[in-house]
């Protein structure tokens, strides 16, 4: 299995972590997540075996590596009697480069996976790519984090997203990739911007379905 697609089983796993609103685990299981975005055509395997020879520095920065354990644990919890062997077995990988790296910075496991898995080929290529906004991305990625799962200002705010002329299809993958997962740089900006609407779609269908159940429950 690619990096990318455990990426996704991830992510699917962070959207269930917010619908109960369990802030903090969210925000580091995300930035795991987003921190794989550059070795995602990479094996696990392959991930996994270049990763465990790095060393890293101390440092006192928080959050760590060593936050994600409970989470990949429960994740694997749920799964054991569901999943494919070989998603099982690639979220165990994952599970011990964290716990092999506890002490990590979560900041600096991205930092070498840039550095370290990222052929220097694709690094220079992504010199000459189309610049960015990144302000403009983080400030709308803020202000959808603000309103995730509010039907009613999502979808106002998404419309000014739509509209928006600054947002082009390089500001539109990356905000796709931040707001739900890894998103190919050749995905076109509408297609992009449908995953950032996917997201919330989710949640709202979830929270729907999960109170159904619940009146279900209280009616009998």
């Known amino acids: 299995m690619k990096v990318a697609a455990a990426a996704v089983a991830l992510t699917r796993f962070a959207d269930a972590l917010e619908s109960f609103d369990a802030s903090a685990d969210l925000t580091n299981l995300r930035a795991f997540i987003k921190a794989l975005d550059p070795a995602n055509t990479l094996s696990v395997d392959s991930f996994a075996k270049s990763f465990s020879g790095l060393s890293f520095p101390a440092s006192r920065e928080l959050p760590r590596l060593g936050e994600l354990t409970f989470l990949l644990e429960a994740h694997l919890q ?37 550095k370290h898995l990222v052929p220097a080929s694709k690094r ?25 799962g509010d039907d009613v200002a999502f979808r106002a705010l998404f419309r000014e997203l739509d509209t928006d002329k600054r947002v082009t299809k390089v500001e539109a993958v990356e905000l796709a990739t931040r707001f739900l997962g890894p998103t190919p740089s050749s995905t076109s900006r509408p297609k992009a911007l449908q995953r950032v609407l996917h997201r919330h779609q989710k949640l709202v269908d979830f929270k729907r379905s999960s109170e159904s159940i619940r009146r279900g429950r209280s009616a009998a």
């Open 78 to 114: 749920l799964l054991e009697d569901v999943a494919k062997p070989d998603i099982l077995a690639d979220l165990k990988l994952f599970l011990a480069i964290v716990r092999e790296h506890s002490d990590t910075p979560i900041a600096g496991f991205a930092s070498a996976i840039r």
């Open 124 to 148: 220079q290529s992504r010199k000459g790519a189309a610049q960015m906004d990144q302000s403009l991305v983080d400030d709308y990625l803020k202000r959808l984090e603000a309103v995730l």
